[in-house]
């Protein structure tokens, strides 16, 4: 199988573990500030939820989010895995099984339970080396820290690592950020994913936008070091495959490109969303109610919904153009949803290849449609004039 291939049929699996040391300013996730809470408790409402939803699973690929899934002690993360193999198999049928680590909590003894249980790739919240950054944001870890979790998947063996790293700080020195990036880059991981700072409805940093107590990157500026990063990932032999993320040859997250290429998965936690059978699900986001309702052995189950066509095709579309170099494949969008997007999207599907944003390229019988360089600038600006309400179905 080529390495980015995947089973159009194939199922993924995500776990979602909502704690953290605290919570981050710019932060919009399901995530909560441990402040002592039963983790083994929440485990097994997990491992509950798992032998209900995703027995034999068998699923394709695997990942740990949250949250801090590397927040869970070593022993706790050793039973997570081993238990969740026993129940979904994944060992056996994964072909990548990530976890997401953040500098702090992944040490020696994490690494290593992670390894031992069958993880094979590690992505760590690096975010930025600069000391006020970092205490801007309230994250956790300083720079010597993140270097050290790095090491750590590097001594127990991880052979695919990937860095996430923030810019567009207010202000940020284009030359500071640079350094950071060429600082990540000499480490050699597998992967970078690159993403702009954003201001989300709710969150601590959006508060302190919105009372002028924090002046938000210009968009110019936001472009220019987004072109900056682009480059030297190019230039250290990081392709662009996604809006945001860089990999060397073959190692892009297969995990990611299920979602984005639309493909079913099972997500289980608090707040986890699954997509499977042409319905979309979303569990209880509260950590103790998710808990509570298991133990009473109900579904922590909030909303459950089968979506139209149109927004199926929306949501597809949403998803496959941010993969810059792939697109959307006509045929899948079809096997997806029953439309042809290239009808249903009309007049605006053909406006947009006329003003230079889509391009649609075919090979024999197969057509894929992807954004232009300049449709990437743009993006959301094309995902809007494709939005449901201005589709004519
Ligand atoms: S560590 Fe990650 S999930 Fe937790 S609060 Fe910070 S950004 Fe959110």
Redesign the pocket.
Known sequence: MPAHALDEDGVSLYVHLPF?VR??RY?D?N?YAWTGQDLERHVEALLVEARARAAELRPQTVFFG???PSFLPAPLLARLLAELDAITGFRGSAREVTLEA?PESFDAARAAACIDGGVTRVSI?VQSLRADVLAAYDRVHDAATARRAFEHARAVGFKRVNCDLIFAFPGQDPQAWREDLLEVISWKPEHLSCYELTYEPGTALTKLRDAGRWEGEESQRCQELFAMTAELCAEHGYGAYEVSAFARTGEASLHNLAYWRSLEWVGIGAGAASWRGGERRRNLERPELYEQALARNEDPIDELEQPSATTNLFEALMMGLRLREEGVLHSRLLRLTGLDATSACAPQWQMLHEEGMLETIRHGESRRTRVTPLGLRFLDDVLVRLAPDRLEV
């Open positions: 953290c919570k981050c932060c996730f995530s949250g949250g801090t953040n919240g």
